[in-house]
């Protein structure tokens, strides 16, 4: 509703403009004893319509380059590339529809020389390209941090269910009691492990209250409360779980979403290991990809699986349960906090963050997310 009411905004000065210039025309011709009022109406119209089509393709083909609005120089870099199209066409095109018109009334349309004008119109089209540069870079900078400000207000909102709801389900009884019942066992067995497991929980859970507000945090921070769930979960499945682990230590220092891989993490133990006898691998990895930072945790058994044997993918429906990717519900095994998290990932990456569930051949499920990295 916001950018619609922009782009209305934009419209209505953008009309109010060239009608400026056409009653300013009009006037001056008024004052030089010109009677055909349709003269000057023509040449500042046909230079609306010409400079209209210019901008509007500029905008069209330069629209992807949005991202660069935060270093203002390569944005400008990318729309200077359009000057020499506003030079060579505007003249053409605009004294073309001139000569046209006259042409149908029966008259002709005298100016100076094509040098001349070419030069007199290359003049003014430049400087009408300047100001269309810096309105548009202008604008453009306010709804980038209008959404900025909303995304940051999505991402706290969020932020906070996303930890409540991660406290509640580790202090749930279940939790606890699986993780005391198995630090009980290894007391009788080895003290050792049992103790180094009690750590981690208190770990775990002091980590989570520590990081309470926080929108993003390293890298680091949010492997050391991944490893400490995993630790308590393959204490529980000790012989029905192996990870493996591959960080580019480079990216230590890189800000991903707080509690990120968790749930995805809780996922694979939740509808993989806890459904099987059979041995499970997980590997968990943080790597980088061109510009982007991509956080994996993949495992050698899982499989999607959605309600009545379908699985949604954006707005469409996929029947059977063959390998591709779906967007994630409850109902597939993905859980409310992955679904939070991909609204987590939009409010604070928009489409640069991305989450995708990958059905693995023969049998797996990759859960990756993207990141832009700025490390």
């Not at 049992?194 to 680091?220: C, E, N």
Request: hydrophobic share 45%; net charge negative; charged share 20%.
């Amino acid at each position: 509703m916001q950018n619609r009411r922009a782009i209305y905004s934009l419209c209505a000065a953008w009309l109010l403009f060239w009608s400026l210039m056409v009653t300013t025309a009009v006037q001056d011709a008024l004052r030089d004893g010109e009677h055909a009022l349709w003269k000057p109406m023509l040449w500042e119209l046909s230079s609306a319509v010409v400079a209209t089509v210019l901008m509007v393709a500029q905008r069209t083909h330069t629209r992807r380059y949005d991202h660069l609005l935060p270093t203002p120089l390569r944005w400008a870099g990318v729309q200077l590339l359009w000057a020499p199209v506003y030079w060579l066409s505007f003249v053409p095109l605009a004294f073309g529809i001139r000569h046209g018109v006259y042409a149908l009334a029966g008259e002709t349309y005298a100016h100076e020389a094509w040098p001349q004008v070419f030069l007199y119109e290359d003049v003014k089209i430049t400087v009408f390209f300047g100001l269309f540069v810096l309105i548009q870079f202008g604008l453009l900078s306010y709804r980038a941090l209008l959404e900025e400000r909303v995304r940051a207000a999505q991402a706290a909102t969020l932020l906070r269910q996303a930890q409540l709801q991660q406290l509640t389900q580790q202090m749930q009884p279940h939790f606890l009691f699986n993780a005391l019942n198995t630090i009980s066992s290894l007391m009788h067995t080895d003290v050792e492990r049992a103790d180094a497991t009690l750590m981690q929980l208190a770990d775990v859970l002091r980590a989570t209250l520590d990081h309470s507000g926080q929108q993003q945090a390293p890298l680091a921070t949010e492997l050391r409360l991944l490893r400490g769930y995993a630790h308590l979960m393959s204490e529980r499945f000790e012989d029905r779980v192996s990870i493996r682990w591959d960080i580019d230590e480079t990216l230590l220092g890189c800000q991903v979403p707080l509690m990120s891989m968790q749930p995805l993490l809780e996922n694979v133990f939740k509808h993989t290991v806890e459904q099987r006898r059979q041995p499970t691998a997980i590997a968990i990895s943080a790597q980088r990809d061109g510009a982007d930072l991509v956080l994996r945790i993949d495992d050698d058994s899982g499989t999607l699986r959605c309600p009545a044997g379908s699985a949604v993918l954006g707005n469409a429906v996929l029947g059977g349960s063959g390998s591709g990717e779906v967007a994630d519900s409850e109902d597939a095994g993905c859980g409310i906090g992955v679904g939070n998290l991909r609204e987590r990932l939009a409010a604070l990456h928009g489409d640069a963050g991305s989450l995708r569930l990958l059905q693995l051949e023969p049998a797996g499920v990759r859960a990756e997310v993207r990141l832009p990295c700025a490390c």
